[in-house]
């Protein structure tokens, strides 16, 4: 969507991916050298070796792949620890993969090697066995024509273990209608398969965010659990109101 509407197919969109972690970018386009693929980080920069393990901590080798991004080797930026508490850094970096720094991101290796995020792992579903990145599944809403914003989340479901809840934001002067609502489950189908149709659509005129930007996905798992009266601590929230509009 932003490389259509926003870049009007034209303009190059330097997609990146670091965390506040790895001390910088380390994997990324060189802008006017690498060819860009819209919604991929592309390629590691130099000495950056990442590496795509399934769940047995394995690498995967072959292209195209899809797992846990992790990295191999060190970088001079890297996190050294957590300032008095050690432990804490190797059990949350650590821990999971011997040998490897966990990102705690998912990702996949398409055929030319070029990275793409999926989301956190934790963001991951799990809908009748097929395992579904929310990251993905928002990108597919956000395909659709009217929609300005999405976020999905999951909750439980009685047949397929977890269902897709998606909230929506639409585009200005947009009106919500069952047209749309069809519009939206039809794209995803399109884009990703029938198994990743969301369950629930639920239009909000802006999502929850946090001052800086984050939307705030604990909320949006209570709301859509139905636990409303236990939302927690609000009070980071850049508009408070847009809970109440959901609730």
Not at 105 to 128: E, F, H, M, P
């Amino acid at each position: 969507w932003y490389n259509k509407y926003v870049g009007r197919n034209n303009c190059p969109i330097v997609d990146t991916w670091w965390q506040t972690e790895t001390g910088g970018i380390l994997i990324s386009p060189l802008p006017g050298v690498t060819n860009l693929k819209p919604g991929s980080a592309t390629l590691p920069l130099y000495g950056i070796e990442p590496v795509i393990l399934n769940e047995n901590g394995e690498e995967i080798n072959q292209s195209p792949a899809e797992g846990y991004l992790a990295i191999k080797q060190s970088w001079p930026g890297q996190m050294r620890t957590v300032y008095g508490d050690h432990k804490r850094f190797y059990d949350t970096y650590f821990s999971q993969f011997k040998g490897y720094y966990f990102t705690g991101d998912g990702a996949k290796r398409d055929k030319d090697g070029y990275y793409w995020i999926t989301g956190r792992v934790d963001d991951v579903l799990n809908v009748s066995g097929h395992r579904l990145g929310t990251a993905e599944i928002e990108g597919a809403i956000g395909a659709y024509d009217s929609v300005a914003e999405a976020a999905v989340v999951g909750y439980p479901h009685d047949i397929k273990g977890q269902g897709i809840y998606a909230y929506v934001t639409l585009m200005t002067g947009v009106s919500e209608s069952d047209m749309i609502v069809s519009g939206i489950k039809n794209k995803v189908r399109e884009i990703i398969g029938p198994h990743a149709t969301p369950d629930q659509i639920k239009f909000t005129p802006a999502l929850p965010k946090t001052r800086s930007g984050k939307i705030m996905r604990r909320i949006l798992r209570k709301i859509a659990e139905g636990d409303t009266d236990n939302l927690g601590d609000i009070s980071t929230l850049a508009d408070p109101s847009v809970v109440k509009e959901l609730v």
